[in-house]
């Protein structure tokens, strides 16, 4: 009877780590479909790199500098302006810069959507329209 009571508890939190950890898979952006989650989380990524590439610019040099220029001089390790339908998009004025990432709309009746992202100075990425 001990033997019985044991299994069930075992079983009981075996189902508790599965509802909890493994049932509820993280959600990725309101929307879109789950195997998005990789391409969102790679354009995420470069929007950081953009970021950071434009950050030492802006403090070596004084002034900001197109993605173009980013990348010929090294100071980004990118070497395309574009992901997965996603195009990258730097605009600075002085010493503040926003860089976005653009993605053509879902055709018509498609359940899924593609969101605008872009990080500014402040280094926080964020959806735009």
């Known amino acids: 009877m001990r033997s019985l009571v044991g299994v069930l508890i075992g079983a009981a939190l075996l189902f508790v780590v599965y ?3 493994l049932k509820k898979m993280p959600t990725t952006d309101e929307g879109t479909a789950p195997t998005q989650a990789i391409s969102l ?3 995420r990524s ?3 790199q953009i970021a ?3 950050r030492g ?3 070596t040099n004084g002034h900001c ?3 173009d220029e980013l990348i010929s001089s090294n100071s980004l390790s990118m070497t395309r302006t574009e992901r997965d339908g996603y195009s990258y998009i730097l605009e600075c004025s002085g010493g503040e810069f926003t860089a976005a990432a653009r993605h053509l709309p879902a055709p018509a ?3 899924i959507r593609y ?3 872009a990080i500014d100075s402040a280094m926080q990425v964020h959806e735009i329209e």
């Open 19 to 21: 509802y909890f950890y």
């Open 41 to 43: 989380t790679g354009v």
């Open 46 to 48: 470069d929007l950081l």
């Open 52 to 54: 950071q590439a434009e």
């Open 57 to 59: 610019y802006i403090a």
């Open 65 to 67: 500098a197109s993605l």
């Open 109 to 111: 009746g498609s359940p």
């Open 115 to 117: 969101p605008n992202l």
